[in-house]
C-alpha cells in the first residue's frame, strides 16, 4: 500500500496575492508532486484560477496584481531570478475556451517550439506530429495540417491545444477549466489523455465539475475565499472531508 | 439548494428504518414462538420472509437510482454505500430467522427435551446485538456501535459451549438425537445473526468515520 | 376583447408606418447616389477625349495624364509614411502603454481633435511648416507629409480597434508558450487585426483621392509630370478644382471627365483591395 513519495515539482509558501487593495489569495501553502494529478475546486471567484495562473507567472500581465511569499519550481523561485519565458516553456498552460491561434494546424503547433529558436522544417515536422500524437489527436489531423485551426471542432481545438502546450516539451502542464466548455464525449477524451500524460508530466488542473476532479485527480485542492481550506488525497476529500466546508461545498450543499 | 436530493435520501434512511424495525420484530417473534412453543408464530415468521426480501429490493433500488441521478460524494456517499451493505446483512438475519422458525416447526408434535439455558441466553444476546446495531445505525452512535462488535465474543463462547455439550444432552435422552442436533444448529443461527449484527455494527461506524475495519476505503 | 383588437390595430400602424419609412430612406439615398454617379459619368462620357487623358498638357489640350501619375504617387508615398506610424502608435496605445499614463490621454485627446479639424487647416500647417519653415515649397514631399498627419488620426483609431477586439485569449496563448510580447504583438495580434487594419488603409486612400484643400497649400497646382519629391503637380482632385475654376465652360467638360476617371479608379481600387483584404484574411484563417 505505501509507495516512496513522489518528488517535489512546486512548492507555494505562505503565499498572498493582491488586486490593489482587494486580496485574492490568503496565506496559500501547496505542494504540487511529480506525475501526479493536483485538481483545484471551489466556488467561482475562490482564487483558484488566480492561484493556477500564478504558477506560470500569468499574473504578470495584470498590472495591479502584487504577490508576497515564494513559489519555488524544482527548488528555484520562480519570482525572482527565473527568466519568465523559461518558466513558462517548463510550465505550459491550457486554457479554459480552445483559444488556437487563426492560422493553420500545423503553424498552432510549431508557434511554441519557433518561439524558442527552432527553425528547421524538419525538427519542426517531427515535434508536430509527436505533439499531436501524444494528444490523442493525430489521426484525426494528420490529412489537415494546413488547414484553419479554427475549422475543427471544439473538442479538437482544445486537444489541439494541449498538443500546441506539449510542443514546448513543458514538464508541468496547467490547465485552466479545460472542459468546461466541451461536450460530454470530447470531455471523456480530454480526461483520458490527461490520465495517460499523468505519468511523464505534472499536471494541475482547475475543475468545476466535481466529478472531473474525483475522476482524474490525486491530489485535490478546495478553495474558498482565497484559502486553501483542505488539501488532500482526492479520495479522501471525496469521500471523508475533514473540514464540514469542504463537506458543504462538494455534497452541493452551498456555492 | 439540494431539496431532491436530501427528499430521497430522507426516504432512503425511512426505508432502512422500516427494514430495522421489520428483522426486529422477526427475531422478537421467532424467539418468543421457541420459548413459549408457538408453532402458529414460528409459521408466521417463515411466510413473512418475502416482506424482507421486499423490503431489501426497495432500498437496493432508491440507493442505485441515487447513485445514478446524483453522483454522491462525502457523507452522502458513505451514507448510501452503508445502506447497501447493510441492508444485505439484514436481510441475511431474516433468513437465519426464518430458518430458526423452520427448526422450531419440526418440534410440532414431538416431546420436547429440556430447552438448553445456554441456548435462551444466546438467544437473548443476539436479539440484543441486532436491536443495539440497529440502533446505533438510527442514532449514529460510533460508542454503541463499536460495543455491539465487542459482544461477539460472548456469543461466540456460548456458542462453542453449547457445540461442545451436545454429547451431554444426546446422553440425556438417547431417543432424541435429532432434535440435540437442532439445538446445535438453532445455535449456528443465531451464532450468524450475531455475525450480522456486527457487520451492521462495522457499516455503522464507516458510515460515521470512513473506515471500515480500520482500513480506509477510498 | 376590444381594447386588445384597438392595441393590435394600433400596433399595426406604427409598424407599417415604420416600414414605409426605412423604404423611403432606402429609395432616397439610392435615387440620390445613382443620380450623382450617373449624371458624373454621362457627363464625362459626353467629354470624352481619348487626348484628355493620355495626351500631353498644353493650354489647347488640358490633358490629365501627369496628374494621375501624381495621384498615384501621393497615394504610396503618403500610405508608406501615414500607415507604419499609425500601426506602430496604435500597438503602443493598446499593448504597451500602461492605462492610467498621462502621456497617453494626450495622445488619445490630440487624435481625436485632429480628426474633427477641417483639411485647409492641416493645408495652412503644411504649407507654413513643411513648405516655409522646412523649405519644401510647394511640392509632392510636403503634401504627402501633411496629408500623412491628417490620416494618422483615421488610421491609428481604427487600428486601435482592430487590435483591441482580438481576443485576448489569443494573446494568452501566446505568453502562455513563453513567447515574449513584441513576439506576441507581431504574430499573433496584427496578423488577427489585418482584415481591420486594411479597411482603415482602403477608406484613407479614399481621402488621399479626395483631398483638394490641403493640397491645393501644400501640392500646390502646377499642371506638370513631377520629376522628383520637391517638384509641384497636382492630383485629379485638384485638377478638377482648377479647371472648374479657370476654364470655363471647355473646363467644365474636362472636370466631368476628370470626375468619371476618378469613379472609375475608386472603383478598381476598391475592388483590388477588397481581393487582397480577402485574400490575406483567407491565408490567414485557413
Known sequence: MLKAPKPLKIRVEDMNLYYDSFQALINVNLDVLTNEITAFIGPSG????????????????????????????????????????????????????????????????????????????????????????????????????????????????????????????????????PTSALDPISTTKIEDLLAELKDRYTIVIVTHNMGQAARISDKTAFFLHGEIVEFGR???????????KTEDYITGRFG | ?????????????DDVVQMSTFIETTIDKTMSAFKTNDYALAREVCENDDIADELELKVERRSLRILLSQQPVARDLRTISTALKMISDMERICDQAKNIAGIILRFEGHELIKKPDSILLLSEKCVHMVNKSVEAFLNND?????????????????????????????????????????FVMMAKFLERIADHAVNIAEWVEFNITGEHKNKVLL | MIGQIKMFSMKNVASVTLRSLVYVAMGLTAISLLGILSYILFNGVKAFKWSLIFGKFSSANPSMSFSIVTTCVMILLTLLIAVPISIFCAVYL??????KNI??????????????????????????????????????????????????????????????SVPD????????????????????????????????VILSMGRIIGETAALIFTLGTVAQLPGGLLDSSRTLAVHMYISTRDGGAAGREVAFLTGAVLIVVILCMNIGASYIGGKVGKDFEN
Not at chain 1, 510549431?110 to 500524437?133: C, F, M
Not at chain 1, 482526492?234 to 464540514?244: A, G, L, N
Not at chain 2, 439548494?1 to 434512511?13: P, T, V
Open chain 3, 169 to 200: 485569449m489569443y494573446r494568452e496563448g501566446s505568453y502562455g508558450l513563453g513567447a515574449s510580447k513584441l513576439r506576441t504583438v507581431f504574430r499573433i495580434v496584427l496578423p488577427s487585426a489585418m482584415p481591420g487594419i486594411l479597411s482603415a
Open chain 2, 142 to 182: 460510533l460508542e454503541l456501535a463499536r460495543a455491539v462488535m465487542t459482544m461477539d465474543d460472548e456469543v461466540d463462547t456460548i456458542y462453542h459451549n453449547i457445540h461442545d455439550n451436545v454429547s451431554v444432552l444426546v446422553t440425556q435422552n438417547p431417543n432424541n438425537v435429532m432434535q440435540a442436533v437442532d
Open chain 1, 46 to 177: 475562490c482564487g483558484k484560477s488566480t492561484l493556477l495562473k500564478s504558477l506560470n507567472r500569468m499574473n504578470d500581465l495584470i498590472e495591479s496584481c502584487r504577490i508576497t511569499g515564494k513559489i519555488t519550481y524544482d527548488g528555484e523561485d520562480i519570482y525572482g531570478k527565473m527568466n519568465v519565458s523559461e518558466l513558462r516553456k517548463r510550465v505550459g498552460m491550457v486554457f479554459q475556451k480552445p483559444n488556437p491561434f487563426p492560422m493553420s494546424v500545423y503553424d498552432n503547433i510549431a508557434y511554441g517550439p519557433r518561439t524558442h529558436g527552432i527553425k528547421k522544417k524538419k525538427v519542426l515536422d517531427q515535434i508536430v506530429e509527436e505533439s499531436l500524437q501524444n494528444a490523442a489527436i493525430w489521426d484525426e489531423l494528420k490529412d489537415r495540417l494546413k488547414k484553419s485551426a479554427l475549422a475543427i471542432s471544439g473538442g479538437q481545438q482544445q486537444r489541439l491545444c494541449i498538443a500546441r502546450a506539449l510542443a514546448i516539451k513543458p514538464e508541468v502542464i496547467l490547465l485552466d477549466e
Open chain 2, 1 to 13: 439548494m439540494r431539496n431532491k436530493f436530501d427528499r430521497e435520501l430522507q426516504k432512503l434512511h
Open chain 1, 234 to 244: 482526492t479520495m479522501e476529500i471525496f469521500s471523508k472531508p475533514k473540514d464540514k
Open chain 3, 103 to 164: 502621456f497617453v490621454n494626450w495622445i488619445r485627446l490630440a487624435t481625436e481633435t485632429l480628426a474633427g479639424i477641417p483639411s485647409i487647416v492641416f493645408g495652412l500647417f503644411g504649407a507654413i511648416f513643411f513648405g516655409t519653415v522646412m523649405g519644401f515649397g510647394y511640392s509632392i514631399l510636403t503634401g504627402c507629409l501633411t496629408v500623412a498627419i491628417m490620416l494618422l488620426p483615421v488610421i491609428i483609431r481604427q487600428t486601435e480597434e482592430a487590435v483591441k
Open chain 3, 94 to 99: 493598446t499593448e504597451y502603454a500602461k492605462r
